[in-house]
């Protein structure tokens, strides 16, 4: 069964970057139409979306966060990971890394597995 | 404001049925396939539903889903304590061309 393991600071202060890191086990972030991302959550609040890679390396964003997301693929390490620019307090949220598979398209799939999740303070 | 709306909270007893509801529109449910999920509390989500109704394996059968229209509903029948949980529906929106969910929905069981 897939796993999704997650790596990266809790603490980030105002205006740097946030980054973590999502390993895979018993899986490959190559495997055809597979979509990897992030989704997080804030304190006592809803889920929302950040962004999702398909395993071409095609990239799909929040418009709330574009222009400040990016991300990307390690295929050697079988990992993928995100970065958000100039954080402030509102990117505080647990930050769920999750994998999606689907043959027809990115619209058909759901989250199928997920990380363990992040609690990223931004804080001075 | 989520663009899917669900209620807040539901509740109901012991053994009894439940449904969630999950309100869109034409760019997100009407067009595209509604999943949902459960994330018990200090949890990451779970997927309980995909492509509308089916059943990721090792799911309990309690649990099924539904479409119609720009509107979709989860089912819990035989309820347990363990079913209390946040339940979350998403679906792909093309007008903003990304993920939206429903703001949740706190289960109890009675």
């Known amino acids: 069964q897939l796993q999704l393991q997650q790596s990266g600071p809790g603490l980030v202060k105002p205006s740097e970057n946030l980054s973590l890191t999502c390993t895979v086990s018993?899986?490959?972030?190559?495997?055809?139409?597979?979509?990897w991302g992030w989704i997080r959550q804030p304190p006592g609040k809803g889920l929302e979306w950040v962004g999702t890679?398909?395993?071409?390396?095609?990239?799909f964003y929040s418009p709330s966060l574009k222009g400040r997301v990016t991300i990307s693929l390690d295929t050697s390490n079988n990992q993928f990971s995100l970065t958000l620019t100039s954080v402030t307090a509102a990117d505080t949220a647990v930050y769920y890394c999750?994998?999606?598979?689907?043959?027809?398209?990115?619209?058909?799939?759901?989250?199928?597995?997920w990380g363990q999740g992040t609690l990223v303070t931004v804080s001075s | 404001q989520s663009v899917l709306t669900q209620p807040p909270s539901v509740s109901e007893a012991p053994r009894q049925r439940v449904t969630i509801s999950c309100s869109g529109s034409?760019?997100?449910?009407?067009?595209?396939?509604v999943s949902w999920y459960q994330q018990l509390p200090g949890k990451a989500p779970k997927l309980l539903i995909y492509?509308?109704?089916l059943l990721p394996s090792g799911v309990s059968d309690r649990f099924s889903g539904s479409k119609s229209g720009t509107s979709a509903s989860l089912a819990i029948s035989g309820l347990q304590s363990e079913d209390e949980a946040d339940y979350y529906c998403a679906a792909w929106d093309d007008r903003l061309n990304g993920w939206v969910f429903g703001g949740g929905t706190k289960l109890t069981v009675l």
């Open positions: 890679i398909y395993y071409r390396g095609n990239t």
């Open positions: 034409s760019s997100n449910i009407g067009d595209n396939a």
């Open positions: 999750f994998f999606s598979s689907s043959a027809l398209g990115i619209a058909a799939g759901s989250f199928d597995y």
């Open positions: 018993s899986g490959s972030i190559g495997s055809s139409y597979s979509y």
């Open positions: 492509y509308d109704n």
